[in-house]
């Protein structure tokens, strides 16, 4: 339980327009737009729900991350990340690895629904 504790955990929506992450210790959610853009263009980092770009997609949950209370920037937070109930089991691993890659200790995917 001391575990838990020392390092709150997070829920992100990671979606195709906008990124949402809600934090136990804010009472609004963190959102910014799901695109990072780079040399005039905008790359997006989900198309129909699923990750396209694993780079992009890192960078917008990181910069969240970043945003999250101190309470929780000192530690790398557990994360609840959800993927549409239709997406593969490669689709789900690009989604675990990028949130990963972002600075999650741990990572669980779900279905969106939930």
Do not use: F, N, Y
Not at 5 to 24: E, K, W
Not at 66 to 71: D, G, I, L, S, V
Not at 77 to 82: D, G, I, K, N, S
């Amino acid at each position: 339980m001391l575990e838990r504790l020392a390092r709150p955990g997070l829920a992100i929506d990671l979606g195709t327009a906008a990124t949402r992450m809600h934090c136990p210790l804010r009472v609004q959610p963190l959102s910014r737009p799901s695109v990072i853009w780079r040399g005039g263009a905008p790359r997006p980092a989900l198309c129909g729900g699923v990750v396209v770009d694993s780079e992009v997609a890192a960078g917008v949950v990181a910069e969240l991350l970043r945003k999250a209370p101190r309470r929780v920037l000192g530690r790398r937070p557990r994360v609840l990340v959800c993927a549409p109930s239709d997406a593969s089991e490669a689709e789900r691993g690009a989604l675990e690895q990028a949130v990963r890659r972002a600075g999650a200790a741990q990572v669980a995917v779900v279905p969106e629904p939930l």
